[in-house]
């Protein structure tokens, strides 16, 4: 996948290193220079195990070639390796040589944002696909990516408070893309994520979850968040399944590692999610998301020291809610009241609407029961994450 491809771009490794550590055969390496309007390219497959080249390719274009380039290179390239391109492909390639060069680069940028998945990041994205879209209103690849980052932005994990605005706005992009180009394998997996966190309608969702991986069987992330809707099912194996071959697809790649740390969470493995949230920490340090999820694994393994440290950590204003909340539920359990009053000021002090995991955490934290109840009733009411996890949510 393309994090993990892009974990590579200035490393010293060999290619034989970087293919240990991918699981992979065969590497495409290549170089692009731009001289004004001129651009000059060069690219070579390589044998990963010997580090030799197979095959290799020159060429000279403008600028405004670059996609036409891009779809001469895929086809030189399987037809050395002797593949076959479907006929739904040549169609996805015919359609993309069309697209203006400026709003495929939007659309670049905006991926490029996306697959960091910070809050911020996910705003950067939408910026860019938008700009895309102002560009080329036709680019089912740009509707889709703009459904997904709604999707997205609509988790607790990044920060979310208005998660129907954000599932609304993904039916709409998602629907667009699919009316472009039905094969678009990112335009159903969006689609299944409207179906599985707003409309609760658990057979569609999963039918576009897999019909999504019909469309494209390696999709790092229709895995992942397909993973997520089992967990939260309770479909504990098939979860995990689908987790680890998300991280295999993508091994570089902090949130994919999250959830299968998450999924593990959810059916109560707590050593074994543990080490896979220490895996995305690696991955990513300056991650808050992975830092939160890591404490909230201790806070449910009974270990508030180490939950505390992670999120007194915490730099991400998005999610100062959850931070809050966690330090708040870790003083409680250290019996340290003082530390936990201070917190629980200073998060009563943030403006409404508040993540409603950190509200439920704070509750948790003070035995609440009424009002863990009623933050679950406006979950539902909301669709944010919460109201789906409810069954296999640790608080």
Not at 12 to 18: G, V
Not at 56 to 82: K, P, S, V, Y
């Amino acid at each position: 996948s393309r994090t993990s491809a892009m974990a590579y771009r200035d490393t010293t490794r060999t290619a034989p290193q970087i293919a240990r550590e991918l699981d992979v055969d065969l590497i495409v390496e290549g170089a692009l220079a731009r001289d004004g309007d001129r651009l000059l390219v060069s690219v070579r497959l390589v044998d990963a195990r010997t580090d030799d080249d197979l095959w290799a390719w020159r060429a000279e274009r403008t600028a405004g070639d670059l996609l036409t380039m891009q779809a001469e290179l895929a086809a030189a390239i399987t037809l050395h390796l002797h593949a076959v391109i479907s006929p739904r492909q040549e169609q996805a390639r015919a359609a993309l040589a069309g697209i203006d060069p400026a709003a495929y680069d939007e659309y670049l940028r905006g991926r490029q944002a996306f697959h960091r998945r910070t809050p911020a990041d996910l705003t950067s994205a939408e910026r860019h696909f938008r700009a895309a879209l102002a560009r080329a209103p036709g680019f089912a690849m740009a509707h889709a990516a703009l459904a997904e980052t709604h999707a997205l932005r609509a988790l607790d994990a990044f920060g979310a408070t208005n998660a129907r605005t954000h599932l609304e706005a993904a039916d709409r992009a998602a629907t667009a893309a699919v009316a472009l180009d039905a094969s678009n394998a990112d335009a159903h997996l969006a689609l299944a994520m409207v179906r599985h966190r707003r409309d609760w309608n658990w057979a569609a969702a999963e039918q576009a979850y897999r019909r999504a991986l019909d469309l494209h069987e390696s999709h790092a992330t229709a895995h992942q968040w397909y993973a997520i809707f089992l967990a939260e099912q309770r479909r504990r194996a098939e979860a995990v399944t689908h987790a680890d071959r998300a991280a295999a697809l993508d091994p570089a790649s902090a949130p994919v590692l999250r959830t299968a740390g998450l999924v593990r969470l959810y059916a109560g493995r707590l050593d074994d999610a543990r080490d896979w949230l220490e895996r995305a920490r690696r991955v990513a340090p300056a991650d808050d998301v992975s830092r939160l999820m890591l404490a909230t694994i201790h806070l449910a393994a009974g270990r508030p020291i180490p939950a505390r440290a992670l999120a007194e950590a915490g730099r991400d204003e998005a999610l100062e809610d959850q931070r809050l909340a966690v330090l708040v539920h870790a003083a409680r359990l250290a019996r340290d009241e003082a530390a936990a009053t201070r917190w629980r000021e200073a998060f009563l002090r943030r403006p409404a609407p508040r993540s409603l995991v950190a509200e439920a955490r704070v509750h948790l934290a003070y035995g609440d029961e009424a009002a863990l109840i009623a933050t679950a009733e406006r979950a539902v009411a909301t669709r944010t994450q919460l109201a789906c996890a409810l069954l296999v949510h640790p608080v």
